[in-house]
C-alpha cells in the first residue's frame, strides 16, 4: 500500500511563515501529481497547490505570490512553502498524490492524515 506522511503544521503570527513537507511511500511506480488541499472550519476542502512530475506547479488564486510547491521526484516529496501567512490560511492542510501502483491499474488518489496550520496574533 501507500503512505503520505505530512509534517510542519503548526501556529504562526500573520506574515509568517511555514513550510510543510509531505512524503509518499509504499508500492509506488510512478506518482503523476502531488498537491496540497485545505479545509477550513465549516468549510469545503480545496486545492491549495499542485504539481506534476514535469515541475509545473498549479496554485489557487488565493495563494499565488505567497505559496511555493516543490517537489524531490528522487525522494516522492513534496514542499509548500508559505509566506506571508492570513489569518484566513487556517485549516486542516491535507497531502494529495496520483499514484500509479501497478502496470495493470489506473492511477489513485491517496491522502495524508492531515496537518494543522493556525495563523493567529
Known amino acids: 500500500q501507500v503512505q503520505l506522511v505530512e509534517s510542519g503544521g503548526g501556529l504562526v503570527q500573520p506574515g509568517g511563515s511555514l513550510r510543510l513537507s509531505c512524503a509518499a511511500s509504499g508500492s509506488i511506480l510512478s506518482i503523476i501529481v502531488m498537491g496540497w488541499y485545505r479545509q477550513a472550519p465549516g468549510k469545503q476542502r480545496e486545492l491549495v497547490a499542485a504539481v506534476t512530475s514535469g515541475g509545473s506547479p498549479n496554485y489557487a488564486d488565493s495563494v499565488k505570490g505567497r505559496f511555493t510547491i516543490s517537489r524531490d521526484n528522487a525522494k516522492n516529496t513534496v514542499y509548500l512553502q508559505m509566506n506571508s501567512l492570513e489569518v484566513e490560511d487556517t485549516a486542516v492542510y491535507y497531502c494529495?498524490?496520483?499514484?500509479?501502483?501497478?502496470?495493470?491499474?489506473?492511477?489513485?488518489?491517496?491522502w495524508g492524515q492531515g496537518t494543522m496550520v493556525t495563523v493567529s496574533s
Open positions: 494529495n498524490a496520483r499514484i500509479k501502483t501497478s502496470v495493470i491499474w489506473a492511477p489513485r488518489d491517496f
